[in-house]
């Protein structure tokens, strides 16, 4: 085997690829991870929300584009572990009704080619390497499972205790979100997480988040026959003259090409990234973009109805770890109206630093730290359709996102559900400020890190791009494992079905290696 060659690369560490190369590591394949950033530096500016929010120290330098060709930064980060290291880490399942048709007031969600019965065992697999604590059976919208999380629920502080209080008082039925945290609340000064009030946004310096790098690059590397090469970003792939095999990975790696080979080669770059690599690899054999006969790549991309609201609680309220309560009451709808809505989650707690951001200096730092004293913070999420037209185009060096949001009156009605609330919860009645800095969220189309759906799969070629086992429908040794292959969004957070996801797909590759690899894999430490 020459020196550049591989029996699989995988491109890009976030929950995707970071996912599938820990799953592949102990079979003793020689896996090469690609990643385009580097490791994050681990200093005091992770917990500094000035640096984080404000200064965007650790946002990618890109320039993208709107539908108007109008500039714009995305909220998007490049490192090992991917934007996991920034994540707020509410790891929620999909709904099973979400793997169906759901009917919305803009049109129907597809259903997905495999079922909820499909994902549930890798949903269990994905919570247990993830960490999750969570409370099963608390969420009224949540399938069901026999078996519990694998850690109790994140306990809520006094305040948050409060909210679901009141809440239950006014009819609805809260419950503990599930978080991937190592928290061990039974044994404080034993436990790696030590519940601070910089973790939703923000990476986290004591490596107690289950972010990707920790949760799997780090143990995937401690396998010899795993190689990561950070700072690599890929340019294109290229394919045999059939067109049926990707032959050559290019990579530009400190101003120098480089070029790599594998058997399989994986693609997990993000929805946009992912989406952006095949357009760029298109040649002779595939005009359209690589593996693009169906016209789906880039297209149908869905970041969700995402909104992050401040309503102001009449007492102080002195939380640091806020992120542990969600209401899905109104995800299918409210019954007054007959849509679904969607789902609430807290937000991480917000300080004045961020305000400042967010205020462009034009409130006095006394106003500010009075907000921040009195800020309960809420995260909204709608469902958005697949649209043909919502979709990722090359644009010079950089990418253009046109996006027309669907679904707004549910997120409207759901916003309007909280704001009915808000006397209920202690809360000025009326009041509910947008927060912008949360996910870059100045323009809409800058809100990127829910991105899925753009390399959709499918059981037909002619509308889908990749197969059930999100592999290319026209490249035989292609595999798209990240946010991608989502056919609808759903209304939850989308990490941990991505998780899940990769798992599955890390099983049907380990079949298809077969026993290529597995003697070699006796020889192995596991993970
Ligand atoms: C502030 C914030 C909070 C969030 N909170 C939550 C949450 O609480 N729960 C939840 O479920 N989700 C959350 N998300 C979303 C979550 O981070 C994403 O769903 C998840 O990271 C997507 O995984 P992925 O594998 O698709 O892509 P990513 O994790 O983005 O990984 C893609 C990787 O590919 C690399 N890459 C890109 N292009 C190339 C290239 N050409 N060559 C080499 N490498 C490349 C990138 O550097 C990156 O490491 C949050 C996101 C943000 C930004
Ligand atoms: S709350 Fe825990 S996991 Fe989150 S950043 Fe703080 S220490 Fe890390």
Not at 476 to 482: E, G, M, R, S
Request: aromatic content about 8%; glycine content about 8%.
């Amino acid at each position: 085997m020459s020196e550049d060659r591989y029996d699989v690369i995988v491109i890009g560490t976030g929950a995707g690829g970071g996912t599938l190369a820990h799953a592949l590591a102990p079979s003793g394949a020689r896996i090469l991870l690609l990643e385009r950033g580097d490791f994050l530096p681990r200093e005091r500016d992770n917990w500094n929300s000035e640096a984080v929010f404000v200064a965007n120290k650790y946002k990618a330098q890109e320039t993208w584009y709107d539908k108007h060709g109008k500039a714009f930064h995305p909220g998007i980060h490049y490192c090992v572990g991917g934007n996991t290291k920034f994540y707020g880490a509410v790891l929620l399942r999909m709904r099973e009704g979400d793997f169906g048709e759901v009917r919305h007031e803009d049109g129907t969600s597809p259903r997905w080619p495999l079922s909820y019965a499909d994902f549930a065992p890798w949903y269990r697999q994905a919570e247990v390497l993830y960490h999750v604590h969570g409370q099963r059976g608390a969420d009224p919208t949540e399938p069901p499972d026999p078996s519990p999380y694998p850690y109790p629920p994140v306990s809520h502080e006094p305040r948050v205790q409060e909210l679901a209080d009141d809440l239950g008082r006014a009819g609805l039925r809260p419950f503990p979100l599930p978080l991937g945290v190592r928290l061990n609340e039974s044994d404080i000064p034993h436990s790696s997480c030590i519940r601070c009030d910089t973790c939703d946004g923000f990476p986290c310096l004591v490596s107690a988040k289950s972010d990707a790098h920790v949760t799997c690059v780090r143990p995937a590397l401690a396998h010899p026959n795993v190689t990561l090469m950070t700072n690599a970003t890929v340019e294109r792939l290229d394919t045999t003259a059939s067109g049926r095999e990707v032959s050559r990975v290019v990579v530009s790696q400190g101003g120098t090409r480089r070029q790599f080979a594998a058997d399989i080669v994986v693609v997990s770059c993000g929805a946009i990234n992912s989406a952006a690599l095949l357009l760029r690899s298109a040649s002779e054999q595939h005009s359209n973009g690589l593996g693009n006969r169906s016209d789906t790549v880039g297209r149908f991309y869905m970041c969700h109805n995402n909104s992050a609201l401040l309503a102001i609680s009449r007492k102080p309220n002195p939380t640091r770890f806020q992120k542990t309560l969600g209401v899905n009451d109104f995800y299918w709808g409210d019954g007054a109206w007959d849509y679904p809505l969607g789902h609430i989650q807290m937000l991480g707690k917000t300080d004045a630093a961020m305000f400042k951001g967010e205020t462009h200096g034009l409130l006095p730092r006394r106003a500010l730290d009075e907000l921040a004293r009195h800020s309960l913070d809420f995260w909204l999420t709608g469902e958005d359709l697949p649209r043909p037209d919502n979709r990722i185009t090359l644009a010079g060096e950089g990418l253009q996102i046109s996006y027309t949001p669907t679904n707004q009156e549910a997120h409207q009605r759901l916003t309007d559900k909280l704001r009915g609330l808000l006397r209920a919860i202690g809360c000025e009645p009326s009041i509910l400020v947008p927060r912008e800095a949360y996910f870059a969220k100045r323009l809409p189309v800058a809100a990127t890190g829910h991105q899925n759906g753009t390399v959709r799969f499918g059981n037909d070629p002619a509308t889908s791009a990749l197969d059930v086992n999100c592999r290319s429908h026209e490249v035989d040794n292609l595999y798209v494992v990240d946010g991608s292959f989502f056919a609808s969004s759903s209304a939850v957070n989308p990490t941990l079905t991505i998780i899940a996801n990769a798992l599955r797909v890390a099983a049907h590759l380990r079949e298809r290696l077969g026993s290529a690899v597995s003697a070699a894999a006796q020889q192995m430490p596991s993970a």
